[in-house]
């Protein structure tokens, strides 16, 4: 299921700025994204980390392409890079994880990215889960309310 996407889009050239750091420090993880297919794709990138230890913690700093999600025209070549801080100890595989909308996840190649130092704690936005959770909820009374064929 992670190279569903490669037939339409393509992770080339995946490198990564380092293959060593400590907690709080950025690395960035770049490449190029070849469309082979002639129509515009959305598409968002992320960074994707496996690791045996159970944190496996990044924060995203920035995406090039800018935004969450972005256009790929067709039969082009897109450059992209994405920053990440690290904000806990490990020993991680790292790759680039391409989402195609309609067409699903691809991850790159990847490479092995040892982090050290003491973990990094970020509080827990309360007040945004609050707020996603009511409108949730919201939206759920309305569906129920019109369709309620479609909730049960």
Known sequence: QAQLQSRFIQITNEAISRQSLSTGETLVLSGTLV???EREQRGWISLFSESTNSGNRWEIMARDPPGVVFQIPGNSIT???VTAKA????VYHV????NVANV???LGPGTTVVVEGEPIIKPIP????AYQSVMIGAAYVVTFATRPWQVI
């Open 126 to 129: 309360w007040a945004m889960l």
């Open 79 to 81: 450059n992209y890079a």
């Open 95 to 98: 790759h680039t994880q391409l």
């Open 35 to 37: 469309s082979l297919v």
């Open 104 to 106: 699903g996840p691809g």
């Open 87 to 90: 904000l806990e100890p490990g």
